[in-house]
């Protein structure tokens, strides 16, 4: 068996996507290109990155697994021997008459193979304080009731996506096997809610696992009244902040190393004294 990695350079991606998934495919291909420029090995980007439009034009706007998104994700990840987090797209179920569909990550390996495919399992909904509805994303999306994992150059990552972020539960059974060395999770983090807890949340699932977190985030405002916070963080195991798109669409880069990783574990044995026969 290969060696694992002992450091990888990873990349997390921000833009704002809107309705118009062609526009939306230009600005994150070039994007992944200035990030693999740069240097970068895992290039990972934000959910729903090729539509953020009307929950009317889902369907139209989404793809089978086996479509030209998924081709073109997976040649991209080959031509430059990267491994591709292709953040989240939308993805038509088969021999279903609902319209609806899901809200899927999929990752691509060195040579363009796919090694995962993650369907989000939280449906985030939000009202305003008048009771508006401002998110229902039950409405257009089907949850999925997989947790993913996948060891890709010797680490073993734990996949999940934006409002996922906020139930422990899912991470503390990505666990179970053994903690995860790295988190991606990419979302669109609404600014109501992202400028108090985005941040807070991602270095408590880095400190709770100690392990490192990869995270693009959308930025901007989509539509009228859809706005993400932006602020696609890369956290190391000890909750520090290595890598931040900031406010505006961009990449961002910092670099993983398994020493760290082992250095903060041996620093502080949490996961040694873990008692789950107590947990159920």
Same mark, same amino acid.
């Given at each position: ?39 970068? %090995?895992?290039?990972? @980007? ?25 081709? /073109? @994700? %997976?040649?991209?990840?080959? /031509?430059? =021997? ?7 797209? =939308?993805? /038509?179920?088969?021999? +279903? ?33 008048? =009771? ?44 179970? +096997? ?15 809610? =992202? ?9 408590? /699932? ?64 949490? @996961? ?9």
């Amino acid at each position: 068996m290969a060696q694992p990695l002992e450091k990888i350079r990873a990349a997390v991606i921000s833009i704002t996507a809107t309705g118009d998934k062609k526009q939306n495919l230009e600005k994150i291909f070039t994007r992944a290109e200035e990030a693999v420029k740069d240097g970068a %090995s895992w290039v990972s @980007l934000p959910e729903m990155f090729s539509f953020h439009g009307p929950y009317n034009e889902l369907w139209e706007n989404a793809e089978f697994e086996n479509g030209p998104l998924n081709d /073109r @994700l %997976s040649n991209f990840a080959s /031509r430059h =021997g990267v491994v591709l987090f292709a953040g989240s797209v =939308g993805e /038509r179920p088969e021999n +279903s008459t609902s319209g609806k569909i899901y809200n899927t990550q999929y990752v691509f390996g060195r040579r363009g193979e796919k090694l995962a495919k993650y369907r989000k399992t939280h449906l985030f909904n939000l009202k305003d304080q008048a =009771g508006k509805t401002l998110y229902c994303e039950s409405d257009g999306y089907l949850s999925g009731n997989d947790l993913v994992t996948v060891a890709i150059d010797g680490w073993k990552v734990g996949l999940a996506t934006c409002y996922d972020l906020r139930f422990t539960d899912l991470f503390s059974a990505l666990s179970m +096997s053994g903690p995860p060395d790295c988190l991606v999770i990419p979302a669109a983090f609404t600014h109501q809610t =992202g400028m108090y807890h985005w941040e807070l949340l991602l270095r408590a /699932r880095a400190v709770e696992n100690i392990c490192y977190v990869v995270a693009p985030n959308q930025v901007g405002v989509h539509s009228p009244g859809k706005q993400s916070y932006g602020h696609g963080l890369v956290v190391d195991p000890w909750g520090t902040v290595l890598a931040d798109t900031g406010h505006l669409e961009g990449v961002a880069m910092a670099a993983m190393a398994l020493e760290r990783m082992k250095i903060c574990r041996g620093q502080l044995p949490a @996961l040694d004294n873990k008692r789950p026969e107590i947990y159920r």
